[in-house]
């Protein structure tokens, strides 16, 4: 199955830097984590008791392939300026939003060609709009695969950093599980020297004490309102183009 394994990765690879999408991409980041991990069921705890188990979203779940999409630095550099979100960084987040499908079917037609399953969520939209909880986290589950830590901005931080977007597939196929090597990347939690994403935050929403989830969603439906054009884009990402933005690819 390694061999199976190291096909995805090229997959996912050459697809996310060939695309036809007007956004560009780095190099993504992938792994694996057993669909039978105890740690999902914490996530019914952490998350919200709704949150779904692998076997809710395909009964024959063996695998969950969890993919991190990191966008370019002049992505986030360009969202680093003035308090209004760049229109670049909108358009990321409906090409990637496509790409992570596109991603997801192309894993499918993979695996389906070698008598395998897939069953996925969708990239975004997945949540309660009373409670703002997702009932599949994408983030979350890229935490159980070992890609990366949380940090104060509650984003996964990778060793590529955490601007950019995640998705993951659920499948039949024993694939081997990732190696899980936790690394602490939040400068804040490492030794206190950062907070630009609270500082950095338009509304105030996040503070070293949690987020005010219906304050900044409600932030993202006015930016959403600014760029009706495009598409939905309920997006801000000022929390996340700071020193963790960008790490080593």
Known sequence: ??????EICELLEHKTCNNDKETCYRKPLI????????????????????????????PEAKTVIVFFIPF????????????LVAKSWSQAYIDTNQL?????QDIHD???????????QPATHNFDPKTLEAK???????????MGSFGVNRMLITPGGCAGRYGSVVTSAPLPPSN???????????????????DNCPTGALTLEGLDK???????????????????CDVCGKCVVGPCAIRNN
Request: glycine share 4%.
């Open 72 to 83: 370019t630095r002049e992505t986030v550099k360009e969202n680093r300026v003035g308090n």
């Open 136 to 146: 599949w986290s994408h983030r979350s589950v890229a935490y159980l695969a070992g």
């Open 110 to 120: 993979l695996l389906a060609k070698k008598g395998y399953k897939t069953s996925w």
């Open 100 to 104: 992570i499908y596109e991603l997801c």
């Open 180 to 198: 899980i090597e936790r690394a602490e990347y939040c400068l804040y939690k490492k030794n206190g020297t950062c907070t630009y994403c609270i």
């Open 214 to 232: 219906e304050k900044c969603y409600a932030h993202l439906l006015e930016v959403a309102e600014n760029f009706q054009d495009m598409g939905l």
């Open 1 to 6: 199955m390694q061999d199976l394994a190291k």
């Open 31 to 58: 792994s694996f984590v057993a669909a039978d991990n105890p740690s999902f069921f914490e996530l019914k705890e952490i998350v919200t008791p709704n949150h779904l188990l692998p076997t809710d979203i395909l």
